[in-house]
Every structure is written in structure tokens, then in C-alpha cells.
């Protein structure tokens, strides 16, 4: 009788472990999900809120080998950075005929974002997406006797930004700001025209100076070789600081933030006694000032 007893009482037990457990599901509903597309030729980010959890995000930023990036934000407590959660393409049900997939499985970060991937991880969600199966991640909230988790990405409303969002990418200039602070254009002898590299790099600068925030000045300083008179060479270092600002102004850059000196042949950088030296001292320098 004893034992009977006894496994009466664990079978109760059991059975309120059990039951104390449920399955909270995170999701935005057909008629609440929402998609932005927010970019520039520096950024392009799409977002996508989840209702009661956070933000998922894709975002890409300028320069060359920079990751796509994903990030899943959320509002809720912190988790054990132990933890890992499975990830599915769950198809919806309104396409029959369409198959979920398992994706794997990816850590959970106990930070501001609980999930974080990059490059080809980040495109498999975007590709799940795009053909409209719901990316979704399967977590215990604290431990495996308490609450599974599931947060999706929803397809809907997903491919008319996306295709913005492809083309922000695509549109993405290929320098970071570091490497356009400071920059030193060379001339030909006795020349102001700008080779095509120099206008790519320059076009590059002029997004920097309009999209970012922190650029606020850009100095100009032309430079000749001592061939010719002083009159005449301060005339040419101002053509030079001309065409190099004509191409910024072209993209759209406002006459007010540029601060020019054409310095002519006063500020060598290597000596005129040889060619080498005076190719060097025919130059533009570019540098940008940041807040």
C-alpha cells in the first residue's frame, strides 16, 4: 500500500511539473507584421518587430568584407548564455505545400540581443523568407522543467522591403570612413584633371559627408611642383582644389562644408630637384574634420 502510494504521489508531482510548463509563442500576427527598410549608401538595415519580444534585424554597413549581419533584440529577462536555441523554417499553412526545414542550432547571447549571425548564416534566414516559410527559434525560457519558447520571423509583408533592401546592398559604398579622412589626389604636369579611381574614391567621400552625422568639414589643399611661377602654380593648385570639389558638389555635397587653400609650389613634400619628387609635390590632400 505504501508503495502504491508512494508512486501516486510522484505520478501528482509529475503530472504539476508538467502542467506548470507552457509553450509561449512570439510572433507577429498576419495583420500586425511589418517590415522596414532603412538605408543609405553607408547602411541598409530591414526591420521587423515581433510583439512583446523585440526587433529582428538585417543590416550591412559600407566597406569592403563587411558582414551581413542579423540580430534578434529582446525586452524580456535575460537568459543563460549556456543555451542554445533550434532554429526552423516553419512552412505556413496556407502553403500546403510547402515543407519546414530544421536549420540547426544557434547559441543564445545573455546581452542586449539574444541572437547574433552573420554572412551566410544571416542570407539562410533572409533565403527562408523570401520563398515564405516563418524563421523560428526554439528556446527553454529558464530551464528544461519551465517554459519552451518559440519566436518567429513572419513572411508577410517581407519581399516589397526586401527588394529595397537588396538593392541598398548592392548600392553600398565600398570604403569605410577611415579609409577617406585623409586622402592625396596626384596630377600630371601641369594638369587638373582627375583619373577615374580618384572620382570613385571622391564619390565615395561625398556620401560620408552627406549621410554621416559626425563629418562636418572638408579641407582642400592644393599643391604644384616648382615648375613655373608662383603666380602661375597658385592658379594651377586652385584648378586642381576645383575639380576635386566640382565632383564632390556633383554629389551633392553643399558649397558651405569645404574650407580650400591653394598653397601652389610653398609646401613640397619631396624635392623638386628630381621627376619622382615632383610628381609627389603635385597633389590634392583631402582631410575631413569629425565632430
Known sequence: MRTTSSLFIVSLLLTSLTCSAAFKSYEAAVDESVWQ?????????????????????????????????????????????????????????????????????????????LISSK??????????????????????EFNDLEDQVSVALSSVGFRLEYDKFLDCLVSLVPYKLDELTKMTIYFGFDRANLK??????????????????????????????????????????????????????????????????????KKPIASNRTAQGRAKNRRVYIRIAQK
Open 119 to 140: 554572412n551566410t548564416a544571416s542570407w539562410k534566414l533572409l533565403n527562408e523568407l523570401e520563398v515564405g516559410r516563418f524563421p523560428t527559434f526554439s528556446y527553454q
Open 196 to 265: 577615374a579611381p580618384d572620382s570613385t574614391k571622391l564619390e565615395a567621400l561625398a556620401a560620408y559627408i552627406k549621410y554621416d552625422p559626425s563629418v562636418e568639414v572638408v579641407f582642400i589643399h592644393g599643391h604644384t611642383d616648382n615648375k613655373g611661377s608662383r603666380y602661375y602654380n597658385e592658379k594651377l593648385a586652385n584648378r586642381r582644389i576645383q575639380s576635386v570639389k566640382k565632383t564632390l558638389t556633383l554629389e551633392g555635397v553643399e558649397d558651405n562644408r569645404f574650407q580650400i587653400t591653394a598653397f601652389g609650389e
Open 37 to 113: 527598410f532603412n538605408g543609405n549608401p553607408l547602411n541598409c538595415a530591414l526591420i521587423h518587430k515581433i510583439p512583446y519580444f523585440g526587433d529582428a534585424k538585417f543590416e550591412k554597413s559600407a566597406g569592403k568584407g563587411q558582414n551581413l549581419d542579423f540580430k534578434l533584440a529582446y525586452k524580456r529577462h535575460k537568459v543563460n548564455n549556456t543555451q542554445t536555441a533550434t532554429v526552423r523554417a516553419i512552412a505556413p499553412a496556407w502553403q500546403p505545400l510547402q515543407s519546414s526545414r530544421l536549420l540547426g542550432q544557434t547559441p543564445l547571447l545573455s546581452g542586449q540581443h
